[in-house]
C-alpha cells in the first residue's frame, strides 16, 4: 500500500505546538491530520486535581492515554484503569470512557487514531495567552454548545451533556 501523498517530517518541540485553554485544562495540539497525513492527532492535555470527564463515547477514533505526569482513573466501558506516570491506556472507538484526575493534577497525552479529534479541540476551546491552566473561576460550559460540538465531530455525550 502506498500512501497518497508524501508527508514530510515534522518535530514539535517542548514548548510548541497551538495551546488551547478547553475547559479547566491546558490542551496543547501536538499533531494533526495535516502533519500525519490523516493517521494521528496527539494533544497534550494538562488538568487540574478532581477534573471529571464526562462519560462519552468516540465513534469515529479510537483514543490512547499516555500518563506523563500525576494520575487518573479512566473507565472504558467496564474496565476501571488507575494509571500513574509512565502509564498507558486505550480506549477503542465505540465504547463509552470517563475519567477523573487524580490530587496532584495530570498531565498526559491522547493519541486518537485517525486524526481529526484536534479539530473538536479547537471547535470547543479557545487560544491560551499563555501556556499555564486556565482561571478556575470562570463560567461553567454551555453542555448544550459542547454535546452539539461533539456530535459534528462524530462523538456523543452520555452524561453530564444536552
Known sequence: ??????QEPVAVRRDEGEARWW????????????????????V???EPPGTEAPLHVHHREDEAFWILEGSLTLQVGDATIEAGAGDYA??????????????????MLFI???A???????????????RTL?????????MERVAAIAQAHGCELLEGGA
Open 1 to 6: 500500500m502506498t500512501p497518497d501523498t508524501t
Open 23 to 42: 475547559f479547566g485544562g491546558l490542551a496543547v495540539i501536538k499533531a494533526t491530520a495535516a502533519d500525519t497525513g490523516g493517521q494521528m492527532a496527539i
Open 44 to 46: 497534550e492535555m494538562t
Open 90 to 107: 486505550f480506549g477503542p472507538r465505540g465504547i463509552p470512557h470517563k475519567y477523573t484526575v487524580g490530587p496532584e493534577g495530570c498531565r
Open 112 to 114: 486518537c487514531t485517525p
Open 116 to 130: 481529526g479529534f484536534e479539530d473538536l479541540v479547537r471547535e470547543m476551546s479557545e487560544p491560551a495567552p499563555e
Open 134 to 142: 486556565p482561571p478556575q473561576d470562570g463560567p461553567p460550559p454551555d
